[in-house]
């Protein structure tokens, strides 16, 4: 007797009933969709009888495909896709105007199954894209001006597109295990996007000791500087003067 093609899981069944149950109030009054970890191999027909809803998480399922279809959700604020099995997101995600926060991590999308349209999405200011087969980021991402938040951590980039390491809104791009040409690139892919927020002034003796010593060690380097400018061009050094700061010292764990 011939076998027949091994099947894959069979992955539970969604119902429309199921579906609405699932629909969670969250704390800002949205409406979520969450049928998060529920073994689903397909993505369910049914729910797009709910396509007003403002969040959707399919996250930690066995999907392998999003339809063409998920732009009828057009209220979609939140989108979290991660941890499935992911290999193509449809041209059609570009659709989705209002969407600000994107999780497709831990998939398995490729450089050229990123569509062009994710350019499209003007309002994301969330992104992440970690843990997936991606080695080239299009230089395309660099349209989405709201970003604040990028993760493209684990995957097999060397190199960074200018044009996403320097959108003006980012605070944060995660690009950490990612095969890079030199082991400084990482770093000076986050350094294009360090922001100064805040200067404290602290006294020595509330900084630990490998940050007073880095911060001694600068200040060698300052003086050596110094050093070398003629006497008549420098400014009053007032070396005794400190202004501590009780809010630095508290939040000294918090930036160490």
Request: hydrophobic share 35%.
């Amino acid at each position: 007797m011939a076998k027949g093609k091994a099947k894959g899981p069979k992955g539970k069944k969604i119902t429309l009933k199921v579906a609405k149950n699932s629909i969670k109030i969250t704390f800002d009054g949205r409406r979520r969709l969450d049928l998060s970890k529920m073994g689903i191999t397909t993505f369910p027909k049914c729910i797009l009888k709910l396509a007003d809803v403002d969040e959707l998480d399919l996250s930690r399922n066995m999907l392998k495909k999003i339809p063409d279809s998920i732009e009828k959700f057009q209220n979609l604020r939140w989108l979290d896709l991660h941890s499935n099995q992911i290999e193509k997101l449809p041209e059609t995600i570009g659709m989705l105007q209002n969407l600000s926060y994107l999780n497709v991590s831990n998939n398995k999308l490729t450089s050229k199954n990123l569509p062009v349209e994710l350019s499209q999405l003007k309002n994301l200011r969330s992104l992440n894209l970690g843990l997936n087969q991606i080695d080239n980021i299009p230089t395309t991402l660099g349209a989405l001006k709201e970003l604040h938040e990028v993760g493209l951590f684990d995957n097999y980039l060397t190199a960074i597109p200018n044009s996403v390491a320097k959108l003006p809104k980012l605070k944060k791009l995660n690009v950490k295990r990612n095969p890079f040409p030199t082991p400084t690139d990482e770093e000076l892919f986050v350094d294009t996007i360090k922001r100064i927020e805040s200067l404290y002034l602290v006294d020595e003796k509330d900084l630990c000791h490998p940050c007073l010593k880095k911060c001694q060690d600068e200040r060698d380097k300052l003086n050596k500087l110094k050093s070398r400018v003629p006497s008549s061009l420098r400014k009053p050094n007032f070396s005794s003067l400190m202004t501590p700061n009780s809010t630095a010292k508290e939040n000294q764990a918090e930036w160490r």
